[in-house]
């Protein structure tokens, strides 16, 4: 972190709460793993059930305070000893794509975009799978089967919708995007990895900004970032864009004005004071679940996946 950021950012305090109030939420898990983004660090992000279903402009309120949704859960980093990842979003009334970004939207004018309410299918589960292995993202905690499927993608505690790529009749890619009234909320995002050449994610991000775009929000929330971790770089490469750093959100209106470029790991460094100085690994080191990846992938010839009515077992 540069000591003056000023010089390079605009710097703003969390934006006014709305009148629409927080919601109230109740903490359902909390403990401490591996974390799979930064190795050698521990992680904590205590999961809380919102009382109720989030409204839309609730949900507005939880994103503006650098909530994160996963199934009926919102959480924020709690980290003991790293402070690195910060929410993402993207100013969608300003943002512009980049030479690059335009040639993404030119490479996939082939693919056909589809919104619908979230579903299950034994193509999905087995696609989540192979994206996140090969994206080193499993752990020995990881659901790989319909029931994880359901409870991460399917179930929500907000207004949400499946947005999928497709490639003829082929399943590409697929985003699961939350709506609020001025933002939306890219929660989870998975892709087939042997299309590579089709930088998925980064098309499915323009789509989305355009969406929103559409439908008059301000934001777009890609989730967490941190500098130095290889899988979440592409969240970082939409100007201009906010990040929430220490409690402010802090505008990076192109990349010679954001610091993280320049070293990303002195800038991942920076952002690692513990927030309990009087903690010690070694206390933690023994109740950390490691990272694996023991139980089944998922595969759709071999898994026993029983579908809901309106669901097609074959999609």
Known sequence: MPTSPARTTELRGVEPRPETPRPETRVVQDRFEACVYRPGQIARCPARAPVSPLTPGQLDVLLNEGDQRVGPTVFRTECPFCQACEPVRVDVESFQPSRSQRRVLVRN??????????????????????????????????????????????ESCAPTVEVRYLDGERLVALSVLDLGVSSANSAYHYFDPTEARRSLGVFSVL??????????????????????????QYKSGYYPHE?????????????????????????????????????????????????????????????????????????
């Open 109 to 154: 004018a082939d693919l056909r975009v589809e919104l619908g309410p979230p579903s299950m299918s034994r193509r999905r589960v087995a696609l989540w799978n192979r994206h996140r292995r090969g994206r080193g993202l499993l752990t020995a905690y990881s659901r790989k089967d319909p029931v994880g499927y359901r409870e991460w993608l399917v």
């Open 207 to 232: 789509r989305e900004i355009e969406l929103c775009a559409s439908l008059g929000m301000r934001w777009y929330y890609l989730g967490l970032w941190a500098a130095d971790a290889q899988a979440l």
């Open 243 to 315: 990040r929430l750093v220490r409690g402010e959100w802090v505008r990076f209106t192109d990349r010679a004005s954001d610091p993280a470029t320049a070293d990303p790991t002195a800038y991942a460094e920076a952002a690692c004071p513990p927030r309990h100085p009087g903690l010690a690994v070694a206390t933690l080191a023994p109740m950390l679940n490691d990272v694996g990846d023991a139980d089944c992938e998922g595969d759709p010839e071999s898994m026993t996946l029983r579908l809901d009515e309106g669901e097609d077992g074959e999609d």
